[in-house]
């Protein structure tokens, strides 16, 4: 039997299952809400749209094993997505917020 590259250098690799699928989803979420510096630039930058597009994702994977699921898979689901959407709101809320203090600055300065 052919060993993959990870075995060969002795990392353990867990195995792929629905919770473990899940977590990759949330955290790849979490890294764009909180953002991920441009190596370039160092300037953090966010994705919201991807993030949207992750939580709709992880919604449709609700819809589509609704009743297949064990407790602890459906609980995580229902537990992760419910973070993810309340990170995505505070995210929205702060970039509106941002974006009215900017717009009263500039009227004012204007003025």
């Not at 973070?83 to 300065?109: F, K, P, S, W």
């Amino acid at each position: 039997m052919e060993e993959t590259a990870a075995q060969a250098e002795g990392q353990q690799i867990p195995p792929v299952d629905f919770i473990s699928y899940l977590a990759n989803l949330v955290e790849t979420g979490r890294l764009y809400l909180e953002g991920i510096p441009n190596p370039e630039t160092d300037e953090v930058v966010t994705n919201l749209p991807l993030v949207k597009h992750i939580i709709d994702t992880i919604e449709m994977l609700e819809e589509k094993t609704k009743g297949n699921l064990t407790a602890p898979e459906a609980n995580f689901l229902a537990n992760t997505l419910y973070e993810l959407r309340m990170g995505y709101v505070r995210a929205i809320n702060r970039q509106e917020t941002v974006t009215q203090q900017d717009g009263h600055t500039e009227e004012t300065e204007d003025a």
